[in-house]
């Protein structure tokens, strides 16, 4: 299973629900990361995570709040966010943190009323 | 700081060679990434190339580096409708302990004309 999965799809909020999104691996690698990218612009990284544990965090907003159950497993918690959150929010994973050979997830994308 | 510039736009008629070109500016980089990504979709990992490697070809993709002028290209044989896609080129500029830090250019727009 060489597959990155996210859900949802697709996912539309107003600005005072509170929602997750998932990510999920099953090739036994120990670092996931979350990526936002606004239309036509590159992805930016949001956050890292290695063997679990949050290695960066890019000045996210707290609003923002990811979490590690386990090694195949990373959500992104979001509540209170903005119309400018909008995006389509990736995810990723590699070996760990010395092999930046990312496998990307379909992303999810995120519209906020 | 890290830099990678690539054009907005290419297009080329079916059958024909595509070059997408990329600059980047961390001469430390260690690897070098070419991700497709199709409309609404997420990336993927098309091919990439270690530094200390001038060219990489993989059936219809060719990866050259020009470590001198920190330029890299990909070229792709014999374009399909199938390759319009936005391509993105991305350096990683740490070697070990990277902290999973990919830098992406701001992708070039391939549109395959029958």
């Known amino acids: 299973d060489t597959e990155v999965t996210q859900t949802p799809k697709h996912l539309v909020m107003g600005m005072t629900n509170k929602k997750s999104l998932k990510c999920e691996q099953h090739?036994?690698?120990?670092?996931m990361y979350w990526y936002k990218q606004k239309a036509k612009k590159p992805p930016e990284l949001m956050f890292v995570?290695?063997?679990?544990?949050?290695?960066i965090n890019e000045s996210v907003p707290s609003r923002f709040s990811p979490e590690c159950p386990n090694s195949s497993l990373l959500n992104l918690h979001l509540h209170a966010l903005q119309p400018e959150d909008s995006a389509l929010y990736l995810c990723?994973?590699?070996?760990?943190?010395?092999?930046?050979?990312?496998?990307f997830g379909p992303g999810t994308r995120l519209t906020v009323l | 700081g890290e830099d990678v510039e690539q054009s907005l736009f290419l297009s080329v008629r079916e059958g024909d060679s595509s070059v997408i070109n990329c600059t980047y500016t961390d001469s430390s980089s260690t690897y070098l990434y070419w991700y497709k990504q199709e409309p609404g979709a997420g990336l993927q990992l098309l091919t990439y190339i270690f530094s200390n490697m001038d060219m990489k070809q993989d059936q219809r993709l060719t990866v050259l580096l020009n470590k001198k002028d920190k330029h890299l290209s990909l070229r792709i044989a014999d374009t399909q409708t199938g390759d319009s896609a936005i391509y993105f080129c991305a350096e990683s500029p740490y070697y070990g302990g990277s902290q999973g830090n990919l830098i992406f250019g701001k992708g070039t727009k391939l549109s395959v004309k029958p």
């Open positions: 090739m036994g690698h120990r670092a």
């Open positions: 995570y290695s063997y679990e544990k949050l290695s």
């Open positions: 990723a994973s590699s070996q760990d943190l010395n092999d930046n050979e990312q496998f």
